[in-house]
T-cell receptor, first 114, second 112 residues
Framework: KAGVTQTPRYLIKTRGQQVTLSCSPI?????VSWYQQTPGQGLQFLFE???????NKGNFPGRFSGRQFSNSRSEMNVSTLELGDSALYLC?????????????FGNGTRLTVT | SQQGEEDPQALSIQEGENATMNCSYK?????LQWYRQNSGRGLVHLIL?????REKHSGRLRVTLDTSKKSSSLLITASRAADTASYFC????????????FGAGTRLAVHP
């Protein structure tokens, strides 16, 4: 079974631009979560989707948004990029939405904002 | 803010030795999970221990959970060079629905 696929793997953007990252979950997984990883703040939860509905959101500004499609694929968008948005963005899927369900992570998208 | 704090921040051992990493957290949890991350790549789920469990084994991994002390430990026995990675604990808060709170991680280096 194919794992979680994130595209693109690397991205370089300029401050003020916007960016869209894509995530394809493991087949059959309906819950998709997004995390941001930086050296300073570590791993932080962005949001989680289940059946095309955002069920949970972390403490990030409104510039960060996402969506999930009917096939469970998900995208996240960051508008008006800032230097501090440079990070590894990780997508994870799980079979269920709920407790005791481990997450399966993709290899991430490395975003660099210059 | 991070829920979990891991100790030590870095650990360097020889192949064949055991590695122990500790995690402390602040609030009540549904479960605690351990993940491994190789440099620049995604996280790999290692083991999940529920709040009503005290110990769990998976191959060379042993995890303990003490909810009274709000702490957990991960023991890797007979370490191998391939175990070199960062290890993170993550807590699933009661009703969190996949919103995991990660610790800062322990960087483990296993030398041949």
């Amino acid at each position: 079974k194919a794992g979680v696929t994130q595209t693109p793997r690397y991205l370089i953007k300029t401050r003020g631009q916007q960016v869209t990252l894509s995530c394809s979950p493991i087949s059959g997984h309906r819950s998709v979560s997004w995390y941001q990883q930086t050296p300073g703040q570590g791993l932080q939860f962005l949001f989680e989707y289940f059946s095309e509905t955002q069920r949970n959101k972390g403490n990030f500004p409104g510039r960060f948004s996402g969506r999930q499609f009917s096939n469970s694929r998900s995208e996240m968008n960051v508008s008006t990029l800032e230097l501090g948005d440079s990070a590894l963005y990780l997508c994870a899927s799980s079979l269920f939405q709920g407790v005791n369900s481990p997450l399966h992570f993709g290899n991430g998208t490395r975003l660099t904002v210059t | 803010s991070q829920q979990g704090e891991e100790d030590p921040q870095a650990l360097s051992i020889q192949e064949g030795e055991n590695a122990t990493m500790n995690c402390s957290y602040k609030t009540s949890i549904n479960n605690l999970q351990w993940y491994r991350q190789n440099s620049g790549r995604g996280l790999v789920h290692l083991i999940l221990i529920r709040s009503n469990e005290r110990e769990k084994h998976s191959g060379r991994l042993r995890v303990t959970l003490d909810t009274s002390k709000k702490s957990s430990s991960l023991l890797i026995t007979a370490s191998r060079a391939a175990d070199t990675a960062s290890y993170f604990c993550a807590t699933d808060l009661t009703g969190g629905y996949n919103k995991l709170i990660f610790g800062a991680g322990t960087r483990l280096a296993v030398h041949p």
